[in-house]
């Protein structure tokens, strides 16, 4: 408790230290030495988290803030290299030790604000940041209208990648169309839809609906908006069904499939590269097609999605706002502009995004053409992903218009449970994963057999299986192996035990 408050002071004093401050470099007649007056002044060791392959860019614009900001701030800096998937698992299972700075995947930010392990922006940072920044990426990085978070990039969204030697340019608007063309060229249309909710959510993006979920100042989630299970959604699904019934859709995302007889592939700009390397000229890129259902088209939207820098909250109320100092400079619009240049990765900063490098990159060109279509990924329940994404399923499985009502009945009854919930069902810890026959979609039970240790029923596991443990039945608390799945190394029967001391899974051979 007195470090808790210790931290709480410190966060009061950062909001005066950066409240009206901002980071900019020095003119050549700006004190070059550093202003010492500065109450900032001084050398502060700090550990950074981000991707491997931004670890030395970022080193070097740590070496530039160094040398041109004004308030006599140097960072010493150990670089760790840690990815943005797995950075908001690995500061909530210790945020002590975690990085003062920290980069990570939009999804994660809900657990990381209930966790205490992000720092609130001062009025002034806040206000610099929503200037210059697009309104999807701010928004996901707030709770209500207090940023937690500095936008990274802007380019975690979704669009079409296809063979033009299968598909010609006049189609790429149809999704009939290019179904027909799959079909007849006997190619695959690789489509996430029977595993991933995210994408899945495009047909009912397409048709309006809605899934926004609302949260209480301490990122609990507290209520949602969701129109899935309407008129609308009944449109969405039908559309999805022209799709899923084809024998020539395939439920991923990955553009190697490319190189497995698919002429179309629906991914982001990460997989720019591999679906280069597989079409080469006959690569085209665009934005996502229309359906269409009893005469009116529907464009498909998206998620619109991005990466977040984070500060980590310090019992030192300098350092903390120094650590605010640095990561609005790596996340402004020169370092931004440095990292498309180097890594490709798209800009949040609006002035960037209109840059007419960024406009000539064929991908980021198609998810800024898609853009019209896409919704900021918001906060969302942990359950959600597991809970939507059996929709496809379901549809594909229908016969009828009822049947399609009846999938999204079964949605609607899972997502209204969620706020049903007791609190037992809420405490209560669970197994899920690629087991027994399941696909992340079903959660076995676990009981207290002694105080902290939680043992699952035995179920027969296979080698290469993963798993992972988590706290009601959503992946706001998780583990697994560290950061990562629990993989079972041998076949047999076993009961999964979980020690919430240790926060540590295992298995006991039967």
Request: proline letters at 3%; one cysteine or more; glycine letters at 8%.
């Amino acid at each position: 408790m007195k470090k808790f408050l210790a931290i709480m002071l410190a966060l009061v004093m950062v909001l005066g230290l950066v409240a009206c401050g901002t980071t900019e470099p020095a003119k050549p007649d700006d004190n070059p030495g550093g202003n010492s007056g500065s109450e900032l002044a001084g050398e502060y060791t700090a550990k950074i988290w981000v991707a491997e392959a931004a670890a030395e860019l970022t080193q070097k614009q740590i070496d530039k803030f160094n040398e041109t900001n004004t308030d006599g701030i140097k960072i010493n800096a150990t670089i760790e290299k840690v990815s943005e998937a797995d950075a908001g698992t690995n500061m909530i299972t210790d945020v002590e030790a975690g990085g003062d700075i920290f980069c990570f995947a939009q999804d994660q930010f809900a657990r990381l604000v209930q966790a205490g392990a992000l720092a609130k922006l001062g009025e002034g940072a806040a206000k610099t940041v929503k200037d210059a920044n697009d309104a999807g990426v701010v928004a996901a990085a707030s709770v209500g209208d207090e940023l937690w978070a500095y936008p990274l990039t802007s380019d975690n969204g979704y669009f079409m990648y296809y063979d033009k030697s299968v598909i010609p340019e006049s189609d790429v608007d149809s999704l009939e169309k290019l179904i027909a063309d799959c079909e007849a060229a006997q190619k695959y249309f690789a489509f996430e839809m029977n595993t991933s909710a995210w994408y899945l959510a495009s047909f009912f993006f397409a048709t309006g609906c809605k899934s926004e979920w609302e949260t209480d100042a301490e990122g609990g989630f507290v209520n949602v908006n969701d129109t899935f299970d309407s008129p609308e959604g009944l449109i969405a699904v039908k559309g999805m069904k022209k799709l899923v019934d084809s024998d020539y859709h395939l439920s991923s995302s990955k553009a190697a499939e490319f190189a497995s007889g698919a002429a179309i592939v629906v991914t982001g700009t990460w997989d720019y590269e591999a679906a280069k390397e597989a079409l080469g000229d006959n690569m085209g890129v665009t934005d996502l097609p229309s359906f269409e259902v009893d005469g009116k088209e529907y464009h498909l939207g998206s998620f619109n999605g991005c990466k977040l820098m984070g500060v980590k909250p310090q019992s030192d109320a300098k350092k903390a706002a120094a650590m605010h100092k640095l990561a609005q400079y790596l996340t402004g619009e020169e370092c931004q502009m440095e990292r498309f240049n180097e890594l490709a990765w798209g800009p949040s900063n609006t002035k960037d995004q209109a840059s007419e490098a960024v406009q000539a990159n064929p991908g980021l060109a198609a998810l800024l053409k898609q853009a019209p279509y896409s919704v900021p990924q918001g906060q969302i329940h942990g359950s959600w992903w597991d809970i939507a994404k059996v929709i496809a399923d379901d549809v594909k499985a229908a016969t009828d218009d009822a049947g399609l009502q009846a999938a999204l009945d079964n949605y609607k009854a899972k997502i209204d449970g969620l706020f049903n919930m007791s609190d037992d069902e809420k405490n209560a810890w669970s197994v899920i994963g690629a087991i027994n026959g399941t696909n992340w979609d079903t959660d076995f039970d676990m009981k207290e057999t002694e105080t902290g240790i939680f043992q699952s029923e035995p179920m027969e596991l296979h080698a290469g299986e993963e798993l992972k443990v988590r706290q009601g039945k959503n992946w706001d608390v998780s583990f697994g192996n560290g950061g990562d799945n629990f993989v079972v190394e041998a076949d047999g029967n076993y009961i999964v035990q979980f020690d919430s001391t240790t926060e540590t899974v295992s298995l006991i051979a039967q």
